[in-house]
């Protein structure tokens, strides 16, 4: 039983298209992430919320536009990709977020 | 200054061996601190919370001085298992809602027989 997953798991696209990313967790969590990790393995937050509202969010270009229908699901839509969107973006959730954080599998996008 | 830094890495070490990393980070409102693994290609998870009298969970230790605002991890009798990269994680802020799990850049360990 997956605690938190993430789909797709790989995501090949051309410049310019619009592409989802999914996130759920079966946890009771919280608080949900995301997370980007660069191709210099750097992971660095992009946004979070807390009972399906946006606390945080970091310098992330508005192309990027996270949903969180409800407490367990929280997707990441992208418009418009660019080459430098390229990298694997992790979903992870946490109860409180001072707790541990769990993670999904992440997705590992690659834009051609 | 970066929110957590850590040593560079990568370190590669015998079998056997004991290694340490340090980490220092910038908020001192930060009260949550954890370190992480993430093997290759692979989902960062939990190696171990660290607490401020210091705690230890078999060949792992980790301490905390919050003084200094920096963190270690201790790893004795090095197996070829625990080659990762080790990431320090602080949460961001006390106030609720706002927190977050802030990583380091991570330091790779690579463990040879």
């Known amino acids: 039983d997956t605690a938190v997953s993430q789909t797709p798991k790989y995501l090949v696209t051309q410049m310019g298209n619009d592409k989802s990313i999914k996130c759920e967790q079966n946890?009771?969590?919280?608080?949900m992430y995301w997370y980007k990790q660069d191709s210099k393995k750097f992971l660095k937050i992009m946004f979070s919320y807390n009972n399906k509202e946006l606390i945080i969010n970091e310098t992330v270009p508005n192309r990027f536009s996270p949903k969180s229908p409800d407490k367990a699901h929280l997707n990441l839509h992208i418009n418009s990709l660019e080459l430098g969107d390229s990298a694997v973006y992790f979903c992870?959730?946490?109860?409180?977020?001072?707790?541990?954080?769990?993670f999904g599998q992440g997705t590992r996008l690659t834009v051609v | 200054r970066k929110e957590v830094e850590q040593d560079p890495g990568p370190f590669n070490v015998p079998e056997g061996a004991t290694v340490a990393f340090n980490c220092t980070y910038s908020?001192?409102?930060?009260?949550?601190f954890f370190w992480y693994r993430q093997d290759c290609r692979k989902e960062p998870k939990l190696l171990m919370s660290v607490y401020s009298s210091g705690n230890e969970d078999g060949r792992f230790t980790a301490q905390l001085n919050r003084a200094s605002q920096y963190i270690s991890l201790l790893i004795r009798d090095s197996k070829l298992s625990d080659s990762a990269t080790y990431l320090c994680?602080?949460?961001?802020?006390?106030?609720?809602?706002?927190?977050?799990?802030?990583f380091g850049s991570g330091t790779r360990l690579q463990v040879q027989p």
């Open positions: 992870a959730s946490t109860f409180g977020g001072v707790n541990e954080a769990f």
């Open positions: 994680v602080v949460n961001r802020g006390s106030n609720t809602g706002r927190r977050a799990l802030t």
């Open positions: 946890l009771g969590h919280d608080t």
């Open positions: 908020n001192s409102a930060s009260q949550s």
